[in-house]
């Protein structure tokens, strides 16, 4: 099974400030056939179910604000949020395509500074 | 608009048996997957398996194989997720999730609490 191991476990960022999310797989999820990367992000807030952010690993959802972004090949992807907002408090998960059995990272749970 | 509708919440005593529901609307039915995903009590997500409802063919996580049965009915599109006998440990929010066959879960189920409890 790949495992995807995400950093930090929990973060706290100040309003406006930088949060950046990594996500780091025990093998490599980019199909070389089409170069695309079978890597996802989600955001879950309490008592909801999760949303999806991106696909492909940077392609964004319609929808979610450009403030997000997400970057990364191979093993190593990266979710940003360039100026964190109140309403981003949630947590993160990053999530591979790849093969099955499908995995998700642990969770990233970002609140405010 | 595309939406997954699931099934009310549950409350079950061990050794019971359950069948829970996830109904597709606002798009073909047949054009997508459907996967479960559990999500223990403060836990994250666990992906359970998927099915294809054009032929029904499901695949499952070794974690999950032999524990729960997923199932299609297309004609009424809908994805269900079943046990024959629950554990306390099956206590958790399950949700449902669409997916092209390869693919990203873009639309999600409001999820269905289930509660094993004697």
């Known amino acids: 099974d790949i495992v995807l191991t995400q950093s930090p476990d929990s973060l706290a960022v100040s309003l406006a400030e930088r949060a950046t999310i990594n996500c780091k797989s025990s093998q490599s999820v980019l199909y070389s056939s089409n170069n695309k990367n079978y890597l996802a992000w989600y955001q879950q807030k309490p008592g909801q179910p999760p949303k999806l952010l991106f696909y492909?690993?940077?392609a964004r959802e319609s929808g979610v604000p450009d403030r997000f972004s997400g970057s990364g090949s191979g093993t190593d992807f990266t979710l940003t949020i360039s100026s964190l907002q109140a309403e981003d408090v949630a947590v993160y998960y990053c999530?591979?395509?790849?093969?099955?059995?499908?995995?998700f990272g642990q969770g990233t749970k970002l609140e405010i500074k | 608009e595309v939406q997954l509708v699931q099934s009310g919440p549950e409350v079950k005593k061990p050794g019971e048996s359950l069948k829970i529901s996830c109904k597709g609307s606002g798009y073909s039915f047949t054009n997508y997957c459907i996967a479960w995903v559990r999500q223990m009590p403060g836990k994250g997500l666990e992906w359970m398996g998927n099915i294809y409802p054009s032929d029904s063919y499901s695949d499952y996580s070794p974690s999950f194989q032999g524990q729960v049965t997923i199932s299609a009915d297309k004609s009424i599109s809908t994805a269900y997720l079943q046990w024959t006998s629950l554990k306390a440990s099956d206590t958790a929010m399950y949700y449902c999730?669409?997916?092209?066959?390869?693919?990203?879960?873009?639309?999600w189920g409001q999820g269905t609490m289930v509660t094993v409890s004697s």
């Open positions: 999730a669409r997916h092209e066959s390869t693919g990203a879960f873009d639309i």
């Open positions: 492909w690993a940077s």
């Open positions: 999530q591979q395509y790849y093969s099955t059995p499908q995995t």
